[in-house]
């Protein structure tokens, strides 16, 4: 089993930035996709951006491509979402994800959650 858990949400206005962390722990050597997802009210969960790991292979959602950025620290078993240029649009609750160990950008594949950490842009 892996457990992940979120830190780093907050308030911020809009054009401002927030870094996202997702600490992995249990299993980690059987993840090789990690993920952050985002569902706001009354809309359905969506995938953001992908990564593999270990390795350097990203996929972003075409809303946030040049504005997020995924990383990693493989020695933290740690994992990162840096969002800038922050939009109202972007408010919702974030979660990391895993599941597939290959073709990380299969959103519908992923099924390890943490409980989230919520964003608000206001305008």
């Known amino acids: 089993q892996v457990q992940l858990v979120e830190s780093g949400g907050g308030s911020v206005q809009a054009g401002g930035s927030l870094r996202l962390s997702c600490a992995a722990s249990?299993?980690?050597?059987?993840?090789?996709?990690i993920a952050w997802f985002r569902q706001a009210p009354g809309k359905e969960r969506e995938g953001v951006a992908s990564?593999?790991?270990?390795?350097?292979?990203?996929y972003y959602a075409d809303s946030v491509k040049g504005r997020f950025t995924i990383s990693q620290d493989n020695a933290k078993n740690t994992v990162y979402l840096q969002m800038n240029s922050l939009k109202p649009e972007d408010t919702a609750m974030y979660y990391c994800s895993t599941g597939p160990t290959v073709r990380c950008f299969r959103w519908y594949a992923y099924n390890y959650w943490g409980q989230g950490t919520q964003v608000t842009v206001s305008s």
């Open positions: 249990g299993y980690t050597d059987s993840i090789g996709c």
């Open positions: 990564m593999s790991t270990p390795g350097s292979l990203t």
